[in-house]
């Protein structure tokens, strides 16, 4: 298990540099120039190219990569352009209302979509299992932003009691005035999140449920709901935690949408400025943060579903010693 661990490890450190590499290269070939941008479209070639040595854009590309994960080694993100600020102390300012956000939401859907899937599988001829099935591909289909819009026009404007976007000047100061202007947010995201985990978790018990263990267990003596708690809760957790692990980096990158929407000023509110401006520095950060997430994620899901079904190990034993066999000469 630690060598499964360690080489998911080294593939996570090669993806995020490839990721990284991507990320810097595809930037610069975008048009525009930061500098001309900060100079002004009267400025002189000698103000513009002075201007450039001070963003140190004026280096060659190779350079500038180089210097640029050095620095993120060091905890060194780079100075914005515009606002000459450490983009790391702004990403962490930022994710102090983005990371709740997205945190609160996921836990929100997770919570609601659970029992519900598990319950529409259970009762799949049922009228309420039919309608949770209806209701959640439904809810796949809806544009979150649509959903967001909705939210607003209800709690904000029919029934004024959730303001319909904008975020405390202070942040945390006041929690409670920043949870509450993060409620139409957070069911925002999880409304959508929890239609997609609803399929998935009533499609994983829908399998265990025809499994010929399942019905061995029933012919031994087990109650239906001895039987699922004994056999079908973890197998079903197997092909969940892939999906949990999806939805939890679509919960992040939801939050960077549902922002825009809410005039949240959190990560998604800084990269849209940071793309408006050609601020680079900002702009590869926020996305480099935000994949080397979802890259991490998956890590803890591939190390979690070894840990969890025995299969897996079984199976990478069973590898390990092919790999051995095949190498020792003929006899």
Same mark, same amino acid.
């Given at each position: 298990? =630690?060598?499964?661990?360690?080489? *998911?490890?080294?593939? #996570?450190? #090669?993806?995020?540099?490839?990721?990284?590499?991507?990320?810097?290269?595809?930037?610069?070939?975008?048009?525009?120039?930061?500098? $001309?941008?900060?100079?002004?479209?009267?400025?002189?070639?000698?103000?513009?190219?002075?201007? *450039? @040595?001070?963003?140190?854009?004026?280096?060659?590309?190779?350079?500038?990569?180089?210097?640029?994960?050095?620095?993120?080694? @060091?905890?060194?993100?780079? =100075?914005?352009?515009?606002?000459?600020?450490?983009?790391?102390?702004?990403?962490?300012?930022? $994710?102090?209302?983005?990371?709740? #956000?997205?945190? $609160?939401?996921?836990?929100?859907?997770?919570?609601?979509?659970?029992?519900?899937?598990?319950?529409?599988?259970?009762?799949?001829?049922?009228?309420?299992?039919?309608a949770l099935s209806a209701l959640s591909s439904i809810g796949v289909a809806v544009p979150v932003f649509w959903v967001g819009i909705i939210l607003v026009w209800i709690f904000a404007l029919v029934l004024p009691v959730l303001p319909a976007g904008g975020f405390p000047l202070d942040g945390w100061s006041h929690p409670g005035a920043a949870l509450v202007s993060l409620v139409l947010p957070v069911l925002t995201i999880a409304a959508v999140m929890s239609a997609t985990l609803m399929r998935y978790v009533r499609s994983a018990v829908l399998d265990v449920l025809g499994q010929d263990y399942l019905r061995t267990a029933l012919s031994l003596g087990y109650s239906e709901r001895q039987a699922r708690r004994r056999h079908a809760v973890r197998n079903a957790a197997v092909p969940i935690v892939s999906i949990v692990s999806i939805e939890l980096s679509t919960s992040l990158l939801g939050a960077v949408v549902v922002e825009n929407v809410f005039a949240i000023p959190g990560l998604g509110a800084m990269l849209l400025q940071g793309v408006k401006t050609r601020d680079l520095p900002v702009v590869q950060d926020t996305i480099f943060m935000i994949t080397f997430f979802v890259l991490f994620i998956g890590f803890v899901a591939d190390v979690t579903q070894r840990l969890i079904d025995p299969r897996l190990r079984a199976a990478g034993r069973r590898g390990r010693r092919h790999e051995r066999d095949a190498g020792k000469p003929a006899s």
């Open positions: 298990m =630690i060598r499964y661990a360690a080489r *998911r490890l080294a593939f #996570l450190a #090669l993806a995020a540099f490839l990721a990284s590499t991507a990320v810097f290269f595809i930037l610069r070939l975008l048009p525009g120039d930061a500098a $001309l941008n900060i100079a002004g479209i009267e400025a002189t070639k000698e103000q513009i190219q002075a201007t *450039r @040595h001070m963003l140190g854009t004026d280096v060659p590309l190779v350079a500038q990569y180089m210097a640029w994960i050095a620095g993120m080694f @060091h905890g060194n993100f780079g =100075i914005s352009y515009f606002t000459r600020l450490p983009v790391s102390s702004e990403i962490g300012r930022r $994710l102090a209302v983005t990371l709740p #956000l997205s945190l $609160l939401s996921f836990a929100l859907a997770t919570i609601v979509s659970f029992p519900l899937g598990a319950f529409a599988a259970v009762k799949r001829r049922r009228p309420a299992g039919i």
